[in-house]
């Protein structure tokens, strides 16, 4: 059943040995994959965790989140000095002086970290007075020094992240792009069109995780995203790129939006029908399509593909059809231990599906230890063909329950998934498994190798695949792998310095999103992500071509809103006709584990950018 309605709306590779300071090696000593909290959801005073959040909001300038922290929980904790010289400076901020006097006055005087602050509260407050007189590049100079004189956490994008808080503080509209004159970025980004949606569920990232495949697309002048807006609608969002008008369409149902595996993915046929897959972890398929073509208003009922391995799916992911190959399905058949990938297909003439001989991807069967193959977003090139990265994960390590994602793989195929070869062009033999899988990038076991990235290719239908997992510190960084015609190349691609660990089942929350990735026309990358490098910002990183060498100045917060846990959901196929950077933004929570959801919505919207780059 559907209901209907219509509305208007206007480097290279260079390792550097790090030299690390005091406040760098303790913050290696915690584990981040969870934070501890009170019955009522507050931190506990002495946990590691208040600490490091309590610097991301002093380096965001979030002077209310700061202000909030419970001063008399605070005298419990080690960093008690530090932890209220925030506090007290937040009220100082917020011109609540006699709070901020009472809080200085029961600190020892002369600390020399607590001078610090407050001289970055007062470097900040002259910011604003000359941001205030649009004197802009003296107002960044002043954030500039706020950030170094109160640092804990040297960050530049968190220094960034700063600058848009203070003057979206001030109600003025003006970009990092348009105000920053020091260590210019080599590329700007530009805003150019912004719909909402309405309010949707956001008590978990349902709607916003990266493996949607497709979360939104857009064909023939139209965009098409889903989501859930609660427990009982799905609702399905037509666009035209022309006007920003927008048709709805609601699906009803008895949905699990609670596991975040449960997401809508959508894929449109050579014919022009739209379909939709939704609602699995391991469980029955759920499947419709529209019942005319470009239309949203009328859907099929609930029906199979096939019939055959539609039990047990997770992971739907459609295959946009090209000239020489139709619309496809990749999905998982089984569990997270004991998977194989397998592909479907559809014959337009007929109007039905039809399944592959064999799994693409199998650990089914292996001895002793079964196994389940993840893969990135898979991309089918400018000549038709697919390309596929993926890791394997086997039993989770030790008594925390460590994810144990082993190596990066690839696979290319050249008749629609039907046969696959190595990056050097060797034939593999169907089902690929751990022992005759292609290893592009070795990463040995539980560190924290992240599943479910992303991957594009270039103009030349070279891969490039972007991950995180840790570094030889053992601190999880962004990276960069890519073949440049010949051999896999490999670069770190962030700064971080917090570390965290992958454990436990279910959806973690993690501080930082799975990376995405667009190429340009000339070959550039953009590498998109969320988390705690921005305060929860939506973020670009320019990786120019042909070198791709990294340099921190060349990330840009684009949108300035936090996002939760949310992450980059793109419109891909979007991006390959004319090159607009189109997302699905909402902010989102995340409990671990998918326990202790808070029933809360907010605001869904689709934002469009941008991204020029400059010669550099």
């Known amino acids: 059943m559907s209901e209907v309605s219509k509305s208007q709306k206007p480097g290279k590779n260079k390792k550097k040995r790090r030299q690390k300071k005091p406040h760098q090696v303790a913050l290696r000593r915690y584990n981040s994959t969870a934070l501890a909290t009170t019955t009522e959801g507050n931190l506990l005073p002495n946990e590691p965790q208040l600490y490091l959040q309590a610097i991301l909001l002093w380096h965001a300038g979030d002077w209310q989140a700061l202000a909030k922290l419970d001063a008399a929980l605070l005298k419990h904790h080690p960093q008690h000095i530090e932890l209220t010289s925030f506090k007290a400076v937040a009220h100082f901020q917020l011109g609540e002086l006699d709070t901020a006097r009472a809080l200085l006055s029961e600190l020892p005087r002369k600390n020399r970290n607590t001078v610090r602050i407050l001289i970055s509260g007062a470097f900040n407050s002259l910011a604003r007075a000359r941001a205030a007189l649009s004197h802009m590049q003296k107002a960044r100079q002043h954030f500039d020094k706020a950030a170094s004189a109160g640092s804990i956490v040297e960050n530049q994008v968190l220094g960034q992240a ?11 509209n003006s970009a990092w792009s348009q105000c920053n004159t020091i260590d210019k970025p080599g590329f700007t980004v530009k805003t150019i069109g912004q719909v909402a949606l309405g309010d949707a569920w956001a008590g978990n990232t349902v709607n916003t995780v990266i493996f949607r495949h497709h979360g939104i697309f857009s064909h023939n002048g139209w965009q098409y995203t889903a989501f859930y807006v609660d427990q009982h609608t799905l609702r399905v969002i037509q666009r035209n790129l022309n006007n920003n008008e927008l048709l709805q369409s609601d699906i009803k149902g008895d949905y699990n939006i609670k596991d975040a595996h449960n997401s809508i993915s959508l894929g449109m046929d050579r014919d022009g029908y739209i379909h939709i897959s939704y ?65 479907k297909q559809y014959h337009e003439a007929e109007q039905c599906w039809k399944d592959s001989d064999t799994a ?91 599943n479910q990235c992303s991957m594009a290719v270039d103009s030349h239908n070279r891969p490039h695949i972007v991950f995180y997992a840790n570094d030889a510190e053992g601190i999880v960084q962004y990276q960069h792998l890519w073949f440049n015609g010949k051999k896999w190349k490999h670069q770190i691609i962030s700064n971080r310095t917090m570390p965290f660990n992958l454990c436990g089942g279910g959806t973690l929350r993690i501080p930082i999103s799975r990376p995405d990735i667009v190429i340009d026309s000339n070959d550039n990358v953009f590498v ?75 605001p869904v919207y689709l934002i469009d950018f941008e991204l020029s780059t400059q010669a550099t």
């Open 528 to 602: 998109i992500y969320r988390g705690d490098l921005t305060a929860d910002r939506m973020t670009t990183l320019y990786l120019k071509a042909p070198e791709y060498d990294y340099s921190p100045k060349n990330q840009q917060i684009i949108h300035n809103e936090p996002l939760g846990l949310a992450e980059p959901v793109i419109d891909k196929p979007r991006w390959q006709q004319e090159e607009t950077l189109s997302l699905f933004i909402q902010s989102n929570e995340q409990p671990d584990h998918d326990i202790g959801h808070a029933d809360i919505a907010k």
């Open 279 to 343: 609602d699995h972890h391991g469980s029955q398929l759920k499947y419709r399509r529209s019942l005319a073509p470009e239309c949203i208003a009328n859907w099929s009922d609930e029906v199979a593909m096939t019939g055959e391995r539609e039990s047990k799916v997770t992971y739907p992911a459609f295959l946009m059809p090209s000239e020489k190959a139709p619309l496809q399905l990749l999905y998982r058949d089984g569990n997270h231990q004991k998977g194989s990938a397998f592909i």
């Open 162 to 172: 700063r600058w848009y808080q203070q003057l979206a503080q001030l109600g003025i």
């Open 360 to 450: 693409i991807l199998s650990g089914a069967a292996n001895h002793p230890w079964t196994s389940n193959a993840y893969w990135n977003h898979p991309v089918r090139d400018h000549n038709g063909n697919l390309h596929l990265s993926f890791v394997w994960r086997t039993h989770a390590i030790g008594e925390e329950q460590q994810i144990n994602n082993l190596n990066i793989c690839y696979a290319q195929s050249f008749d629609n998934g039907n046969s696959w070869h190595s990056s050097n062009l060797k034939p593999f033999q169907l089902p690929m498994t751990q022992v005759n899988a292609e290893v592009i990038w070795p990463v040995s076991p539980a560190s924290n190798l992240i």
